[in-house]
């Protein structure tokens, strides 16, 4: 890795992947006062075409490796298992690229590049942000500004580990250094979680008859997350199934608890979880 003169400190920047995580770091990389040259690459032709229409990136790979060949950081901005089979293919190619990803999963990535002998180059990260949309028509310049963005180093990673605990900075996110596992642990109650659990409740109203327009703000804050990629998160949840499963137990067993006191009369139980829970809420 070469210390660049651009405002996020990497010169020459591979983005696999421009949908709205991939998308959003270049749409934010472009607005910078010295921004990279950035090559982009989409497994969806549609938005690379638009990632370089706009003016987001600088080139367009025509295949996956292109955009990591020759660059002094590589990004992987796909779903958790695309970036690990991109990883075995391109590891030949990356030169002396440092090498990042932005999956909600680190210790499946960090696995990997010790597999391939390469966790001197890999930091991984994980921006605690998104959107309800999905592509590069969803991204935003702004989507990392005052975002926690949790970073993990691969063993020997430490000039890797400066330049893109960098990059976040120069994209107004907030980094945070963490180890792979407590990461996915952690993921797991604070992200994997209110996800099902968005999903199950948005299930249970459309059982029930209702839709989307029939909800308040507090209800369309609640299914927010229910119209979040499938596709994405398909990976996550098979890697994170047996700690997730426990996770859901753990939350039935509270609307369990809720509904023997409401069917008891029991108000003043759920009165004082309220109170527990406003409290926790700050």
């Not at 950081?73 to 002396?96: C, I, K, M, N, R």
């Amino acid at each position: 890795m070469t210390e660049g003169t651009s405002g996020c400190g990497f010169d020459r920047i591979g983005i696999v992947g421009v949908g709205l995580m991939g998308g959003s770091m270049a749409r934010g990389l472009r607005a910078l006062n010295a921004p990279p040259h950035v090559v982009g690459f989409s497994l969806d032709p549609a938005d690379g075409r638009l990632a370089l229409e706009c003016g987001a990136i600088d080139e367009l790979a025509t295949d996956s490796a292109e955009a990591a060949r020759g660059r002094d950081l590589v990004v992987y901005a796909t779903p958790l298992g695309v970036t690990l089979d991109f990883l075995g293919q391109h590891s030949a190619v990356w030169g002396e690229a440092a090498i990042t990803d932005v999956a909600s999963l680190k210790a499946p990535v960090m696995d990997r590049v010790k597999e391939l002998s390469e966790a001197s180059r890999y930091v991984g990260s994980h921006p605690m942000t998104g959107g309800e949309g999905s592509g590069f028509a969803a991204s935003s310049d702004g989507l990392f500004r005052d975002a926690r963005v949790w970073l993990v180093r691969g063993e020997g990673a430490t000039r890797a580990a400066g330049g893109v605990e960098r990059l976040w900075r120069a994209l107004g996110a907030t980094p945070l250094w963490t180890d792979a596992l407590e990461h996915d642990q952690r993921m797991t109650w604070v992200s994997q979680l209110p996800q099902l659990v968005a999903n199950g409740l948005a299930a249970t109203l459309a059982e029930a008859g209702y839709t989307p327009a029939d909800l308040g703000p507090g209800g369309k804050d609640m299914t927010r997350l229910a119209a979040s990629s499938p596709e994405m998160w398909r990976d996550v949840l098979e890697t994170s199934a047996p700690r997730l499963a426990g996770a859901l137990e753990a939350a039935g067993v509270e609307l369990a608890r809720m509904a023997a006191a409401l069917e008891a009369g029991d108000l003043a139980a759920i009165t004082e979880l309220m109170a527990r829970t406003k409290e926790w809420k700050g």
